[in-house]
Structures are given as C-alpha cells and as structure tokens.
C-alpha cells in the first residue's frame, strides 16, 4: 500500500489550499482513508475521514465548516481542500487508511489507522 500526500505550502491566514493524498494497492474495497495533522510538540489530531462503501465524510471539531474531504475514485485520490485557514492549522498533514471497516462509518482518531503515507508541511503565516 502506498500513499503519496502533496500540496502543502505557505498559506497567508484567511488563506486556501487543496491536499491530495494518491492511493494505491489498497487490497480491499472495505476501508476508511482520511487525513490527519501533527503540528510540532503536539499530539497527531484527526482531521478528517470517509469510508469507502459508508461514503460520510466525518471531521474533527476544529475543522468542521473549513475543510472539505473528497475524492476522485477513478484516480484513487483524495483531496482535502482547506479554507479560512488559520495559524492553529499550522502542521505536517498525513493520509492514513485502515481495512477492514466492515461497512460502518469512519472514525477520524489516529490510531485506528495502520497505513500511513509521508506528510506534507502546511504553513499558516503572514
């Protein structure tokens, strides 16, 4: 399995930017995908998920209203596009995935989550 994250950058506060996360060799149709973020000398927060037969996004609570999960199955990517950013979102950005989930909706808390891809570096800053 491999995951492949990009679209960090530096981003102004009130700013908008759009992560993608490619997936591959994910060996069932059963699974959650989502991202999550560690900003540093902090624990690694659950950002947002989806599962990939319940199909409700679900998010955590200090990006709801912001951010948006998505994805293109086609392509076997997923996106999260991020707006009125502000410094708190400041954090290296993960997708992470996990299988079997039984057909039950996912659950953006990190350690139910086996596969994770390299991060990507977002930056809140004026």
């Known amino acids: 399995v491999q995951l492949q994250a990009s679209g960090g950058g530096l981003v102004q506060p009130g700013g908008s930017l759009r992560l993608s996360c490619a997936a591959s060799?994910?060996?069932?149709?059963?699974?959650?995908i989502g991202w999550f973020r560690q900003a540093p000398g902090k624990e690694r927060e659950g950002v947002s998920c989806i599962g990939n037969i319940e199909g409700s996004p679900r998010y955590g609570d200090s990006v709801k209203g912001r951010f948006t999960i998505s994805r293109d199955k086609a392509k076997n990517t997923l996106y999260l596009q991020m707006n009125g950013l502000n410094f708190d979102d400041t954090a290296v950005y993960y997708c992470?995935?996990?299988?079997?989930?039984?057909?039950?909706?996912?659950?953006?808390?990190?350690?139910?989550?086996?596969?994770w891809g390299q991060g990507t570096l977002v930056t809140v800053s004026s």
């Open positions: 060799g994910i060996p069932s149709d059963d699974y959650a």
């Open positions: 992470a995935t996990t299988w079997p989930l039984y057909g039950l909706e996912c659950v953006p808390l990190y350690s139910e989550y086996d596969v």
